[in-house]
């Protein structure tokens, strides 16, 4: 019987793009996805979301790339410009959710430090009753410990729990360690999906 229901952030909790940031700096898509593909890479993004320091790794990245200095240091100086709200949909459902008595939790991918900015910024969040940020903890979902990390804190077991998030590896890593899955698309796709479990 599931009783918890864990959900990634970006991408199923809040809109999170860094096209939104690029697309109308450049003017042009390609030129966006050019840079975000060469230069402020999901890789070097990714290390800040497993803890490493936001100045360090821009510091390293201007060091290799001074001519795109500008731009590489908008990427978290306009952080916010990368978001693009919350979810349709989904604060309703998760409150609906809470209201049947299931407990609410979050596991995600996450700079510590940036999470700490955009926390305060939308409700949704506060409707998360526990969590656990890749970037407090120094360790990214696939990862097993990660998820681990998450059932042995909050003491839940793994069957009576799913994990909602739009990423398939990630999916996969909850399942390895015993968690259901629910791939995320939208609101109405994750109620169809969902239900079919609870």
């Not at 306009?78 to 919350?86: A, C, I, Y």
């Not at 999470?115 to 990862?143: C, M, Q």
């Not at 729990?161 to 609101?187: L, T």
Request: glycine share 8%; net charge negative.
């Amino acid at each position: 019987m599931i009783k918890n229901i864990i959900f990634d952030f970006g991408g199923v909790l809040l809109d999170w793009n860094p096209h939104y940031l690029y697309d109308p700096y450049f003017g042009d898509v390609e030129k966006a996805e050019w840079f975000l593909t060469n230069i402020c890479t999901y890789p070097w993004n990714a290390q800040h979301d497993a803890g490493k320091l936001v100045a360090e790794g821009t510091a390293e990245l201007v060091a290799q790339y001074p001519e795109w200095e500008k731009e590489i240091r908008m990427y978290y100086s306009e952080f916010d410009k990368m978001l693009g709200g919350q979810i349709a949909g989904m604060e309703d459902y998760i409150k609906e959710l809470k209201g049947r008595g299931f407990r609410i939790l979050g596991l995600s991918n996450w700079s510590f430090e940036t999470f700490a900015v955009v926390r305060p910024k939308y409700p949704i969040l506060d409707l998360i009753e526990e969590r656990v940020i890749s970037g407090e903890e120094k360790v990214l979902k696939p990862n097993a410990e990660i998820y681990e990390i998450l059932l042995r804190r909050f003491n839940i077991k793994p069957e009576e729990s799913v994990f909602i998030d739009d990423n398939v590896n990630n999916i996969k890593g909850g399942e390895n360690v015993g968690i259901q899955g629910v791939i995320f698309k939208d609101a109405e796709q994750l109620r169809t999906d969902l239900e079919k479990l609870l």
